[in-house]
């Protein structure tokens, strides 16, 4: 069974084909980071004009890559949320043109469900039930997942997500767009006992997160961080202009490394929490901060003092892709094949905060 994915939640437009839910034969990723970057975030009016002028070079593409045609395509994937309203739109409304005028079956996704089934590609062997992370710009979120498919909601941030605090301390260090990978690249270079920044929620009786009081924290440090004279380096929250000096370095550097330690801690502590109150079996961490090479060194040492496998997609399936699209649509179809033929998804709608108990429940 072949398999088009579309994924359009936010700025990346994106297109794939899987060979029995599994295999990807092509999955094609157009990013906005460079319109987006001046900006510091995305801005959702131009991440609705980029989707709607990539989006059918992005699936012709990814036909082309597989070595197929929309003719041998036996089934269509779509993310219908959560995420930008109007990005939504613009791949639910192709992807359901495409299914009405082929004739084919439309899955709608929620996009976390694709998060989660990257793990599955190239590897169908995952132990149930585990947990799984789900980290990214948009969401810090705990499953307890006891069988492919269904997710038990353990936890979620009280605020902002792990992903968006990387972005909002990048941008305040002026280092650009997306945050992640740069903050992860520079606090190689820094101590990360340099400095301690909060790790909310941590006595409390739950699996929430929150990061708000750490973005906070990095905030207030540099308004009072000072130079080799005793003056304060930054007189405003604009945190311009950067100092220009090797030891100015150090200090972000350093600064950085902390506040990446300061939620790797929070994920990683609330993560083994939850395993240990489910007994599960294993970890899977997915989502873009999957990425963050911090992180899954400390997880799997964290996996591997309990006995249990942890699971990572490869870097290219953790951000925004459609070859997860695919995979969690190719599973739900041959589970409730019945539920996603013509006219059943005409009905289907953008659902920018979707939640994932909303979607079809699998069950065995």
């Known amino acids: 069974m072949l398999t088009l994915g579309i994924e359009t939640s936010c700025d990346e437009t994106s297109a794939a084909v899987l060979a029995d839910g599994h295999d990807v034969l092509a999955n094609i990723i157009s990013s906005q980071h ?44 779509v993310t219908q949320g959560p995420g930008l309203v109007g990005a939504l739109l613009i791949g639910l409304s192709f992807a359901k043109s495409l299914a009405y005028g082929l004739g084919k079956p439309l899955v709608g996704v929620h996009h976390l469900d694709g998060h989660v089934s990257a793990i599955y590609l190239g590897d169908e062997s995952v132990p149930c039930p585990f947990v799984a992370l789900v980290v990214s710009g948009g969401h ?4 307890y997942c006891p069988q492919r498919g269904r997710y038990d909601v353990l936890g979620r941030t009280r605020d902002d997500a792990a992903g968006e605090c990387f972005d909002k301390v990048a941008k305040m260090l002026s280092l650009g767009y997306p945050g ?3 903050v992860n690249r520079l606090a190689e270079h820094g101590n990360p006992a340099a400095i301690h920044f909060p790790r909310a929620m ?14 906070a924290a990095v905030r207030s440090y540099l308004l009072d961080v000072s130079d080799l004279h005793g003056q304060r ?9 950067l100092p220009d000096s090797p030891q100015w370095e150090q200090d972000r550097n350093d600064i950085l490394a902390s506040f990446q330690e300061a939620v790797v801690d929070a994920l990683v502590s609330k993560t083994i929490r939850a395993v240990e109150q489910t007994k599960a079996e294993a970890i899977a961490v997915v989502g873009g901060v999957a990425c963050n090479t911090v992180l899954r060194r400390r997880m799997a040492l964290a996996g591997e003092s309990l006995g249990l496998p942890v699971l990572f997609p490869p870097p290219i399936l953790c951000t925004d892709n459609a070859a997860m699209i695919a995979a969690a649509a190719a599973f739900r179809y041959e589970a ?29």
């Open 140 to 143: 810090s979120d705990l499953y």
């Open 34 to 77: 460079s319109i987006h970057a001046a900006y510091g975030g995305v801005v959702p009016e131009l991440a609705c004009r980029s989707h709607t002028q990539n989006i059918r070079p992005v699936v012709e593409a990814a036909l082309v890559q597989a070595d197929v045609t929309l003719r041998d395509i036996d089934l269509i994937g």
């Open 336 to 364: 409730c094949r019945e539920l996603y033929q013509y006219p059943a998804f005409l009905d289907l709608d953008a659902c920018p905060n979707l939640g994932i108990s909303e979607t079809v429940s699998v069950s065995t």
């Open 202 to 215: 941590q006595r409390r009786n739950n699996l929430d997160f929150s990061f708000s009081g750490v973005k």
């Open 180 to 182: 992640g990978p740069v």
């Open 233 to 241: 380096i930054f007189q405003d929250d604009s945190f311009w202009p």
